[in-house]
C-alpha cells in the first residue's frame, strides 16, 4: 500500500514514521510532501499546495484503493463526482492540443511539460 506510492515519487526520504518527497501535484522541488501510514489508511498532505491523499494518488496514476489497506469493493466505490470528471476532460483536451502541437514541430516549456504529466495521470480517472 504505502510502498506502492513511495515508489512512485521523487526524492523520498525517512524520518522515523513519516515519509517526506517531492508533491507530484504541484511539481516543486522541495519535500513537501507528507506521507503516512496509519490505521490502514495512507495519509497525504502538500504542504504547500495543500495536496490531499487523493489528489496525489491521481497525479500518480493509482487508484483511490491504493490509500487503503482494505481494497475498495465495486460496490463501495464513489462515483467520480462531476468536477473531478470536468477536470479531467479539461486535461483531456489540453494533451490533445499538446499532442498535435508537438506534431508540428513546437518544443513545449517546462511548465507545458509538467502540466501535460498531470493532464495525462488524471485522465486515467475517466477510464
Request: glycine content about 6%; some cysteine; aromatic content about 8%.
Amino acid at each position: 500500500m504505502i510502498e506502492e506510492i513511495l515508489n512512485r515519487l521523487d526524492k523520498v526520504k525517512q524520518q522515523g514514521t513519516q515519509y517526506y518527497s517531492r508533491c507530484p501535484v504541484h511539481q516543486g522541488s522541495n519535500q513537501n510532501l507528507g506521507i503516512t501510514e496509519k490505521d490502514g489508511k495512507v495519509l497525504i498532505h502538500c504542504f504547500n499546495c495543500n495536496a490531499t491523499g487523493l489528489e496525489v494518488v491521481e497525479a500518480l496514476g493509482l487508484p483511490i484503493g491504493a490509500l487503503f489497506t482494505d481494497p475498495l469493493k465495486p460496490d463501495n466505490r464513489k462515483h467520480i463526482n462531476k468536477a473531478t470528471r470536468e477536470i479531467a476532460m479539461e486535461d483531456a483536451y489540453f494533451i490533445e492540443i499538446y499532442q498535435t502541437e508537438l506534431d508540428k514541430g513546437y518544443q513545449p516549456t517546462r511548465e507545458e511539460y509538467r502540466r501535460y504529466k498531470l493532464s495525462l495521470n488524471r485522465v486515467k480517472v475517466l477510464n
